[in-house]
């Protein structure tokens, strides 16, 4: 008999005394109150929506908690606990940009000088359309490199190399540089090559170096071999014949997309660290200074607004969105059958980050999220949305659309929208990486959509007031209608091109 099975009774009974075990840690008077919602809230949660495991973390004006629930891998029983590890996921895209502002702090790199000027390799399909790019377009994500679901397979000290050599042969444009915003990995996992070039060091050694050593993310790792040594949360899928979540077969995406999110681990202090490092004007809460004043403050100010709610203006590395009067900066993370979430709120003095390991778990960071806003801070937090539209012309917005490997028909059936989304893979290995990574589907079962006003509409089936927080990503837009026919559809910040 193995170790392992001589210990399953014991994981299985601390996975349901995990609560009991996080109940003994001290929390301050000021948050009790937010510690006993968040506890509250995730037990139910998790319960009625199959999610095995959540941690949640929150500092507020010089306090702070981390609260989790329930288990980490549903396969072993291993408990989550406060300091359990989790993937980053695009989150690590605010280190990214971090990373890339400290060498514009030291003079090594200028935001507004062509990539190609220290990357003279990279190129796309289209002859010259890399030589566009600034760099301040890989980091707010206005690069138009049509690359969101390029995954080739490669380890070590070539691994961004390997990616970058194969843009070339692979992937093209989406839109001019800096016409259009669309959330691209392809630019964060540039901009990571683009740092080792620069610096001489792989991106997981820099992130290590420049960030978690002078933040204090004493638990974070770059690698699952690292994060094995410690407590790490695996992600989850639901099983829809037996409604029960089944742990990922796939840890971590490939090493070709660790700047983009693909293979940093921590844990909620960690990030809560790195949250009040950006809180504090770039100084970390050791006192050590990670990023001048005038970068942190850049990274806030807005770079790109599309002027459309589903995609709220984008500034370098971080999100920026209204709830009310209060800006959020936000970033969440989707990882192998998990998401994180990290939100810094300046007005406010507060840091929120979360993960959860399934999918579904983002509503409950949602919910969180708005009842910090307005229940713990006050803030009052308008609709979003008051009412759908009625009478909009739908025939501009009929057609395909196009990115990386992914196709969506749009067509009118009974007076509505409906969108068909498929997944085109390039080749085997493309195709064995995204349907792990998302649990298995290459295609969409159709979206009927409700129109809200011209251009946008909203998911049909789904109660107005869901959109007012972080689920407004599920909202849909069209863009550029020219000659009576839009350029593009924007779904959850990326956009498709019509064909």
């Known amino acids: 008999m193995t170790t392992d099975a001589l210990n399953t009774d014991a994981l299985n009974t601390d996975a349901m005394n995990t609560d009991a075990l996080n109940t003994d840690a001290p929390s301050t008077h000021a948050l009790s109150t937010v510690e006993a919602h968040i506890r509250e809230q995730a037990a139910a949660f ?5 999610v095995p495991g959540f941690v949640a973390g929150v ?94 397979d490669a380890k070590g000290r070539d691994a961004l190399k390997t990616y970058v050599d194969g843009l070339a042969g692979n992937c093209g444009v989406l839109f001019e540089p800096g016409e259009q915003l669309s959330y691209s990995n392809g630019g964060m996992i540039v901009a990571g090559r683009l740092l080792e070039v620069v610096t001489g060091l792989s991106f997981p050694e820099l992130l290590e170096r420049d960030v978690y050593a002078p933040v204090g993310m004493t638990d974070s790792s770059t690698s699952a071999e690292e994060a094995i040594l410690r407590s790490t949360a695996v992600g989850h899928f639901l099983d829809p014949e037996s409604m029960t979540a089944r742990p990922t077969t796939m840890f971590t995406l490939p090493e070709t997309w660790g700047p983009a ?28 200074r990670v990023l001048s004043a005038e970068s942190t403050a850049l990274m806030r100010q807005v770079a790109f607004d599309m002027g459309t709610p589903n995609t709220p203006p984008i500034g370098l590395g971080w999100v920026r969105y209204p709830f009310g009067d209060t ?140 959109f007012d927080g972080y689920l407004r990503m599920l909202l849909v837009s069209y863009h550029d209608v020219r000659d009576g026919q839009a350029r593009f559809r924007n779904g959850g910040g990326r956009l498709t091109r019509r064909v």
């Open 46 to 50: 998790c319960a009625s929506h199959h």
């Open 59 to 152: 500092h507020h004006a010089g306090e702070q908690i981390v609260v989790a629930h329930g288990t980490a891998n549903a396969a072993t029983g291993a408990p989550m606990l406060d300091h359990t590890g989790f993937l980053f996921g695009s989150v690590t895209k605010v280190m990214t940009t971090t990373l890339v502002l400290q060498q514009v702090d030291r003079g090594c790199l200028d935001l507004d000088t062509p990539v190609v000027t220290y990357l003279p390799e990279l190129a796309l399909t289209v002859p010259g359309a890399a030589d566009k790019i600034l760099v301040r377009h890989l980091i707010s994500h206005t690069s138009g490199i049509d690359a969101d679901l390029f995954f080739p």
């Open 261 to 288: 999110g693909g293979t940093p681990i921590g844990t909620a202090a960690d990030l809560l660290a790195f949250g009040r490092t950006h809180l504090a004007d770039g100084i970390s809460p050791s006192g050590t």
């Open 327 to 466: 800006t959020v900066l936000a970033m969440s993370g989707a990882s192998p059958g998990g998401v994180s979430i990290l939100c810094v709120l300046p007005e406010h003095d507060l840091v929120f980050t979360a993960f959860g390991n399934n999918p579904g778990a983002i509503m409950l960071q949602d919910q969180l999220l708005q009842w910090l806003l307005g229940e713990h801070l006050g803030v009052q937090v308008p609709a979003l949305i008051t009412e759908p539209a009625e009478d909009v012309d739908l025939t501009p917005y009929v057609g395909t659309y196009r990115s990386d490997q992914l196709r969506v028909d749009v067509s009118v059936v009974d007076g509505q929208l409906e969108e068909r989304t498929t997944y085109e893979p390039a080749d085997a290995s493309q195709e064995r990486i995204f349907t792990e990574f998302v649990g298995g589907t290459t295609s969409a079962p159709p979206q009927r959509l409700v129109p809200i006003r011209p251009g946008l509409f909203a998911p049909a089936g789904y109660p107005l007031e869901s």
